[in-house]
């Protein structure tokens, strides 16, 4: 998932200037306080689990959109993004509220920690031929699952925006946690691997929301998105 991470936050990072995300929080996060471990071999959990990615069928609509949400830091997750907020994010018009989800992309970097620590294998590790909408996490060194980078980054912006823009919160946050949920549709990920991303998520936005920087950041994405024209393009509601 680190390469992962890395292709995730290139494209934005530079579009906005950035050479590398930095933290919002000044000292560590001890994430071991939000992702207890996964559910245990032979666990009914662990059951439900496997289950759900046997039932998950190529070509789905959750699938697709997984596709279009593999890398989270591109014009085409900006569309999705604006269409959701009900204004245009780009980096014309609103390059602090970019710069701001870029940072953010520095918090899942818990996740990785996370995952190196409980080593969860992917669900389709020992099939012969798997069958997955992200041809990056199969290869030569493939990631662990526990928890989801994607679903914690989900978490943090879907929550960042819609406090940014607070009349477009449902679906500012149905869009961040559709980007945790897709990865199951995508057989790349357990639910229980979107659940504990998630709440991570959630524990290190409460961490992020009460610092100085972000504050600051927050405030500059409500006067830039309140400026911004409106978003087109968009699917019909």
Same mark, same amino acid.
């Given at each position: 998932?680190?390469?992962?991470?890395?292709?995730?936050?290139?494209?934005?990072?530079?579009?906005?200037?950035?050479?590398?995300?930095?933290?919002?929080?000044?000292?560590?996060?001890?994430?071991?306080?939000?992702?207890?471990?996964?559910?245990?071999?032979?666990?009914?959990?662990?059951?439900?689990?496997?289950?759900?990615?046997?039932?998950a069928a190529p070509d789905s609509p959750?699938?697709?959109?997984?596709?279009?949400?593999?890398?989270?830091?591109?014009?085409?997750?900006?569309?999705?993004?604006?269409?959701?907020?009900?204004?245009?994010?780009?980096?014309?018009?609103?390059?602090?509220?970019?710069?701001?989800?870029?940072?953010?992309?520095?918090?899942?970097?818990?996740?990785?920690?996370?995952?190196?620590?409980?080593?969860?294998?992917?669900?389709?590790?020992?099939?012969?031929?798997?069958?997955?909408?992200?041809?990056?996490?199969?290869?030569?060194?493939?990631?662990?699952?526990?928890?989801? +980078?994607? @679903?914690? $980054?989900? &978490?943090? %912006?879907?929550?960042?925006?819609?406090? #940014?823009?607070?009349?477009? /919160?449902? =679906?500012?946050?149905?869009?961040?946690?559709?980007?945790?949920?897709?990865?199951?549709?995508?057989?790349?990920?357990?639910?229980?691997?979107?659940?504990?991303?998630?709440?991570? +998520?959630? @524990?290190? $936005?409460? &961490?992020? %929301?009460?610092?100085?920087?972000?504050? #600051?950041?927050?405030?500059? /994405?409500? =006067?830039?998105?309140?400026?911004?024209?409106?978003?087109?393009?968009?699917?019909?509601?």
């Amino acid at each position: 998932m680190q390469a992962i991470v890395a292709v995730m936050i290139s494209g934005m990072a530079l579009a906005c200037g950035a050479l590398a995300p930095v933290s919002y929080l000044a000292a560590p996060f001890d994430w071991r306080a939000a992702v207890t471990p996964p559910p245990a071999p032979g666990s009914t959990a662990a059951a439900a689990d496997r289950a759900a990615y046997l039932a998950a069928a190529p070509d789905s609509p959750g699938w697709r959109a997984a596709q279009t949400q593999l890398r989270l830091l591109t014009p085409e997750m900006n569309a999705q993004f604006s269409c959701a907020a009900g204004r245009r994010l780009s980096p014309e018009t609103t390059p602090r509220t970019l710069a701001m989800l870029v940072k953010l992309t520095a918090e899942t970097e818990l996740s990785e920690a996370a995952k190196t620590q409980f080593k969860r294998d992917r669900p389709f590790v020992g099939e012969a031929k798997p069958v997955t909408c992200d041809p990056r996490v199969g290869g030569a060194t493939p990631s662990f699952s526990y928890p989801s +980078g994607h @679903a914690m $980054y989900g &978490a943090l %912006a879907g929550r960042a925006l819609a406090a #940014a823009v607070p009349e477009r /919160a449902a =679906a500012l946050l149905a869009l961040g946690a559709g980007i945790g949920t897709n990865r199951v549709a995508c057989r790349v990920h357990y639910p229980s691997d979107i659940a504990a991303g998630q709440r991570l +998520g959630d @524990a290190v $936005y409460d &961490a992020v %929301a009460a610092t100085p920087g972000f504050k #600051a950041d927050l405030a500059a /994405a409500r =006067a830039e998105i309140a400026a911004a024209p409106q978003a087109t393009g968009c699917p019909a509601a």
